[in-house]
């Protein structure tokens, strides 16, 4: 689908978000180059837990859920940990988080975030079509497994509102998940089967393919970071990089992943944007043998089978974007899993952490510049990055192809915070 005016557009960051964004554009005619200082996938998209989870639309701040917190941070091994020298540089996003958590204010947000998650049922296969692989992607059922069945019970309102939405549940029996998943423990409480679940083969594979196929199809992708962005009254102007060099082209888009705060600043745009620091560990040799991806609720993890191995994945530190990982956060996920998935081996394999690009309200900033005509914001896609990329992808070539959009982009916008 060829624009009317084909435009030279740069990209920073080359995540699955800002890969999406390249597809798109390169699609719609234009002439497109992505910078990225670490190259393709090599940020928080390398090792995500592979879900195009489109029903996980209740946002992460929640009613009911501060009243865990001061439990999950006093356990050193809980889904929670703020690294003590980080508190007071996090507090400011915490309370944000925790005002988006409102009863009020969680069925608004919940409606934007479905909203992307309707839109992804298309716009994803559409990306895979538009690079030639339909086959990373499968569909099967997720089951969302509790301990007990009074934990479902408390959780029940956030199943309903996901329906509400047009995400359905079927509830199944302990028993019965343990037939359709030997490995699960017997003695689990009960399952949420969510069908139609959609996961990619493999993550980083999906944003390398991308990067490749962009580059054949006549795209530029230049490793370097990005260090400034000069203005001309209400124009950017040129992005400049640490080498010295400069790029220039009509339009910028920022999707530089938990990074991207940092850019818009001096642009005049000044984000909550944190980084929600998630772990993971992928074992070639575990003794399980998964069908189809599980997220164990009671512990706050997704279990995922790759080709590569058994990928069990989770919790949120805060510490800040460049902080070295805490791998011991890897270890206590394989630890917890063993509860659900009693013959678990914990072997070697990949120890891996990604800061998801965290906004407080769960929803991405997917928006023009209030300041600058030629600037465009995808991030802050949080734990739905891969799930929502294409369709951020999507939006924003609509934008800078000036096609009018059938979304109401208001949610989304950089400026309301
Ligand atoms: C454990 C874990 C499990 C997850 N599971 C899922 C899942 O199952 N499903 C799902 O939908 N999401 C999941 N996510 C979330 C998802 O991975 C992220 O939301 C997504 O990867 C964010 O993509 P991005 O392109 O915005 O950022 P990134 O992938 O981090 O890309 C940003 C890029 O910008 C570049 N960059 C930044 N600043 C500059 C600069 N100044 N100059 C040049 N380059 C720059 C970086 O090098 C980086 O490559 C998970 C995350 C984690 C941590």
Redesign the pocket.
Known sequence: MASAEPRKVTI????????SCAVFLQRDGHDVTV???????????????????LSEIVPISKPGLMATVPKWLLDPKGPLSIRPSYFPTVMPWLLRFMAAGRASRVSALAEAAACLSHRAREDFPMALRAIEAEDMMFCDFCAAIYDHEHEFRKAKWQWDLRAEHGFPYRKISGAEIHELEPDVSADAGCALIMDGWRNIKD?YAL?TRMAERFQSDGGTLIG????RVETTGRTVSSVH?ADGSALLGDHLVI??????H??ARPLGSIVPLEAD????KTMPNTGISLKRQLVYESAGI?I?PLPQGLRI???VEFAGVDAAPDYRRSDYLVDKAKRILPGLKDTSGEK??????GLPDFIPVISGSPHFGNLFY??G?????????PTTGRLIADMISGRPGDVDMAPYRVDRF
């Open positions: 920073v960051g080359a995540g699955i978000v800002g890969m910078v990225d200082r670490l190259g393709p996938g090599k940020g928080c998209s390398y090792g995500n837990a592979a879900g195009v989870a993550p944003v370097g970071d990005v260090r990089l999707a530089a992943g938990a990074w991207s940092r850019l620091r998630g772990y993971n997704a995922t994945g989770g919790a891996w952490m990604g800061p998801r690009p995808a991030f896609h949080g734990h739905l990055g891969l799930t929502w990329g």
